[in-house]
Antibody
Framework: EVQLVESGGGLVQPGGSLRLSCAAS????????MNWVRQAPGKGLEWVSY????????YYADSVKGRFTISRDNAKNSLYLQMNSLRAEDTAVYYC??????????????WGQGTLVTVSS | DIQMTQSPSSLSASVGDRVTITCRAS??????LNWYQQKPGKAPKLLIY???SLQSGVPSRFSGSGSGTDFTLTISSLQPEDFATYYC????????????FGPGTKVDIK
């Protein structure tokens, strides 16, 4: 059974840092591209960052570029999101999501349960 | 960036109703359109990918159609467990640094 379990969320002051983790199991993690997606309280879904299966290709949303760093450790079946210079507007539930490709298809087929990050003084 | 809109933003329906949700893209996205269901406090769940392909394990009362800029998600006979918020997502912009979601449609009980 595919499982994605996020951890590392919590309360942090503006300007602070936090590192999120996503532990993967039930599939060959090293074969899959991964993403982070966030959802502010009461709001919709926002794509945050992407990493290729090898970790060689990375993308970020403009809203987090220069502050967040995505990485992965395929030996540990884990995905990470290092978040620095946090702002109040980064407050959200952060989800990791697995990518699948197909004909005219690129989608997120499995999601973790999410971890809440609250940025407040 | 490709902008996604959904209509309606919310709707009230009864068990057994046929429900249709519309998603529109600001430019053609071919069939790179996915639908997700999200219940309160839970992660999104993939329902439909590539505009009309049903994800494994999803009930057949869910269906998707459309291509280009206009897409629909239809629930043929609404069930109690279907009350949720539904999001469309365009994945035409690859590499995926421009993936965008629609604002969501909340389906609640009439």
């Amino acid at each position: 059974e595919v499982q994605l379990v996020e951890s590392g969320g919590g309360l942090v002051q503006p300007g602070g840092s936090l590192r999120l983790s996503c532990a993967a199991s039930g599939f060959t993690f090293s074969s899959y591209e991964m993403n982070w997606v966030r959802q502010a309280p009461g709001k919709g879904l926002e794509w945050v960052s992407y990493i290729s299966s090898s970790g060689s290709t990375i993308y970020y949303a403009d809203s987090v570029k220069g502050r967040f760093t995505i990485s992965r450790d395929n030996a540990k079946n884990s995905l990470y999101l290092q978040m620095n210079s946090l702002r109040a507007e980064d407050t959200a539930v952060y989800y990791c999501a697995r990518v699948r490709w197909g004909i005219s298809a690129y989608y997120f087929d499995y999601w973790g349960q999410g971890t809440l990050v609250t940025v407040s003084s | 960036d490709i902008q996604m809109t959904q209509s309606p933003s919310s709707l009230s329906a009864s068990v057994g109703d046929r429900v249709t949700i519309t998603c529109r893209a600001s430019q053609s996205i071919s069939s790179y359109l996915n639908w997700y269901q999200q219940k309160p406090g839970k992660a999104p769940k993939l329902l439909i990918y590539a505009a009309s392909s049903l994800q494994s394990g999803v009930p057949s009362r869910f269906s998707g159609s459309g291509s280009g800029t206009d897409f629909t998600l239809t629930i043929s006979s609404l069930q109690p467990e279907d009350f949720a918020t539904y999001y469309c997502q365009q994945s035409y912009s690859t590499p995926p640094e421009r993936i965008t979601f629609g604002p969501g449609t909340k389906v609640d009980i009439k």
